[in-house]
């Protein structure tokens, strides 16, 4: 079992709807959690950081934890075609970053 | 805030030669750096990490011979890729941290390619 799993994609939404990305992980231990999205051929940029059970929302992007079913997941509202690119869902363990081996993400107008 | 630069952004070198990244945190004090790879494709994979004045911990099959990690200062951390071969090609990201938090913060990656 991976420590981070990511559903590979692609996920294809349209203009507009809303995208839901998913991730698990493996050590109930873990407190510290990560959306990173990377645009092709570039490196990845940090979107959300969430800590605590429940929702955290920022702007269109809403992070959703659930640490009792070892769960982290990332809402886009209002898709729009600039957000197509691939989302990092990474755990911190012991001070390092464990990253998914990302879903990627294609919004259609 | 919390941008970190690295330089070059590719590079192109032959086989047998040795290669320097540089990574900076410009407007932080980052007490710890971590160095990745990504192949096409992958996901990013850690090298090793490094805090300032201490060697750097390698990741299990890291070679820490070949890739040589300097942590100098505060704002600095290098990577050195030594007689580099055409395995070795990839793009190399470093990240920044500061100590009382746990977010990581990318620089724009090197494009390494060995000939």
């Known amino acids: 079992q991976k420590e981070v799993e990511q559903n590979s994609g692609p996920l294809s939404v349209p203009e507009g709807a809303i995208a839901s990305l998913n991730c698990t992980y493996s050590?109930?231990?873990?407190?510290?959690f990560f959306w990173y999205r990377q645009y092709s051929g570039k490196s990845p940029e940090l979107i959300m950081s969430i800590y605590s059970n429940g929702d955290k929302e920022d702007g269109r992007f809403t992070a959703q934890l659930n640490k009792a079913s070892q769960y982290v997941s990332l809402l886009i509202r209002d898709s729009q075609p600039s957000d197509s690119a691939t989302y990092l869902c990474a755990v911190n363990q012991g001070g390092k970053l464990i990253f998914g081996q990302g879903t990627e993400l294609s919004v259609k107008p | 805030g919390a941008v970190v630069s690295q330089h070059p952004s590719w590079v192109i070198c032959k086989s047998g030669t040795s290669v320097k990244i540089e990574c900076r945190s410009l407007?932080?004090?980052?007490?710890?750096m971590f160095w990745y790879r990504q192949f096409p494709k992958q996901s990013l994979m850690l090298m090793a990490t490094s805090n300032e004045g201490s060697k750097a911990t390698y990741e299990q099959g890291v070679e820490k011979d070949k890739f040589l990690i300097n942590h100098a200062s505060l704002t600095l951390s290098t990577l050195t890729v030594t007689s580099a071969h055409p395995e070795d090609s990839s793009f190399y990201i470093c990240s920044a941290r500061t100590g009382s938090e746990y977010e990581q913060y990318f620089g724009p990656g090197t494009r390494l390619t060995v000939t």
């Open positions: 407007d932080f004090q980052a007490t710890t």
């Open positions: 050590d109930r231990g873990s407190q510290s």
